[in-house]
């Protein structure tokens, strides 16, 4: 059994908002499916031509499910997408499932299961030679040691991450790494440090002209003025 076609087409539709960056404005309209109805059809097996476009769309319904507010029953939506899938050959759109468990148990503080299950979307993703998706899961499982207070585990895991997207030329990637790490110099109270790598992730940002992550290191920046000035 494959994914229906009226879904095929929906996420073919979803896809062309995301890459008009608007994504966030499909929650809002008649035409999509519920919560229940997009997991149930996240179990079936996904025909290779479209799953650059399954996993597109798993980001943005990642992206509602946080939106929305995480709860007990969406993520067990999403263990039952997980179990259902585990009949078949491993792949990405598994593997997406398994980071995005990871970023809703972070949510709820559920800390190990996080680190769990993003360690089995590494595994998974590393098996299949995704590097970019190693790398995801590498920042998944930082962010996760970042908020359970492991912080030389978060600065491993963000630094590995950031050794991968160099070597894959993902420039806008290395500026998010280097945003992460300036939030945990800045978390550890090394505002120095921080200030340096915001700065230096802000330069780069500019030239390459990134400009969806500049209010966020422009917000790290100010923070640490004010943690400077208030010390």
């Not at 299961?113 to 920042?139: C, F, P, W």
């Not at 991450?161 to 790494?177: F, Q, T």
């Amino acid at each position: 059994m494959s994914l229906n076609s009226d879904f095929c087409r929906f996420i073919l539709q979803v896809n062309q908002y995301i890459e008009d960056q608007t994504e966030h404005k499909l929650w809002n309209t008649s035409i999509l499916p519920s919560d229940d109805t997009i997991l149930e059809e996240l179990c079936r097996p996904v025909s290779p031509l479209i799953e650059e476009q399954i996993l597109a769309f798993c980001s943005a319904f990642q992206d509602h499910l946080l939106a929305t507010g995480v709860s007990a029953d969406k993520i067990s939506l999403c263990q039952m997408a997980l179990t259902a899938r585990s009949s078949f050959e491993p792949d990405l759109i598994t593997a997406k499932i398994q980071n995005m468990l990871g970023v809703l148990h972070r949510k709820q503080g559920e800390f190990d299961a996080s680190i769990t299950y993003h360690q089995l979307s590494k595994e998974m993703r590393h098996k299949l030679g995704d590097k970019k998706g190693v790398a995801a899961s590498l920042n998944g499982l930082g962010n996760t040691y970042l908020s359970k207070g492991d912080y030389p585990m978060a600065k491993q895991c963000f630094e590995k991450s950031i050794v991968i997207k160099r070597e894959l030329g993902d420039e806008r990637g290395v500026i998010g790494g280097q945003n992460n790490l300036g939030y945990l110099a800045q978390v550890q109270g090394d505002l120095e440090k921080a200030e340096l790598i915001y700065s230096d992730a802000l330069q780069k940002a500019r030239t390459l002209g990134y400009e969806r992550i500049i209010p966020l290191l422009n917000l790290g920046l100010r923070e640490v003025a004010e943690l400077k000035t208030a010390a």
